[in-house]
């Protein structure tokens, strides 16, 4: 891909590159610093539960992206099933729309309120398609469904403090960060460093919000 030439350019110079979140793996970059996606997905599936009482109709969005986010798309879904295995009252489908077409998930979600009358929650696997879920459902007047999604943005938090989104999974941003200068510091010190570090994921739902919105309010501040 071109993100991999250009981190290989970038090596040749003799500057290490550490990627963060979005893997570049066939490109010579020095560590990857993630979350674990499929323990991501376990965590949105026992939301799921949460959210339904483990009965009814769920559709997980899918996008026909083909750059690296399809890989960390399908190792979620496959966490949000397995968390689902012993439920064989919740029933849950995969619903694709193309990534590459804004317009295309807004007219799935239109979609699904006309064609699916029994559906109670619509789960997102990014902070884009969690956003622009909570927005179209608004726009439609059809808040009466519980959303899981992906992602802490000062937007998403709101939506989850009016209870518009049931919750969300979010990464440790600040043990990111750590661990990719960590890393960093690592090669300089030592020319060498572990090759992938996985950070941990927070879950936030109208119970936990506040702390989460304080943060985004101070960060605004400064």
Same mark, same amino acid.
């Given at each position: ?26 490109? *010579?970059?020095?560590?990857?610093? +993630?979350?674990?996606?499929? @323990?991501?997905?376990?965590?949105? +599936?026992?939301?799921?539960?949460a959210a339904t009482g483990g009965r009814g109709t769920a559709v997980v969005l899918v996008s026909n992206d083909k750059?690296? +986010? !399809? ?6 879904? !496959?966490?949000? $099933? ?11 489908? !995969? ?62 938090? *709101? ?13 440790? =941003? ?18 060498? $460093? !572990?090759? &992938?570090?996985?950070?941990?994921? =927070? ?6 919000? +506040?702390? &989460?919105?304080?943060? @985004? ?6």
């Amino acid at each position: 891909t071109e993100t991999g030439a250009l981190i290989d350019k970038g090596v040749e110079k003799g500057i290490p590159i550490v990627t963060i979140r979005t893997d570049a793996k066939n490109s *010579r970059r020095a560590a990857f610093v +993630g979350i674990n996606t499929y @323990s991501s997905g376990m965590e949105m +599936g026992r939301m799921l539960i949460a959210a339904t009482g483990g009965r009814g109709t769920a559709v997980v969005l899918v996008s026909n992206d083909k750059a690296g +986010g !399809s890989i960390v798309q399908n190792l979620m879904i !496959s966490g949000i $099933t397995d968390a689902l295995k012993n439920m064989p009252d919740l029933k849950l489908e !995969s619903v694709e729309y193309n990534y590459d077409n804004f317009l295309s998930l807004e007219d799935t979600i239109q979609n699904l309120i006309v064609n699916k009358p029994e559906l109670d929650a619509i789960i997102t696997t990014n902070e884009k398609d969690t956003t622009l879920v909570a927005q179209r459902l608004i726009d439609l007047n059809k808040v009466n469904y519980s959303i899981i999604g992906y992602g802490d943005t000062p937007e998403i938090l *709101r939506y989850i403090d009016n209870e518009v989104i049931f919750g969300t999974v979010s990464a440790d =941003h600040e043990q990111m960060g750590y661990d990719a200068i960590k890393a960093l510091v690592d090669l300089n010190k030592g020319g060498r $460093t !572990s090759a &992938y570090f996985t950070v941990d994921s =927070h879950l936030i739902t109208k119970i936990n919000v +506040g702390k &989460y919105l304080e943060s @985004s309010e101070e960060s605004d501040d400064e």
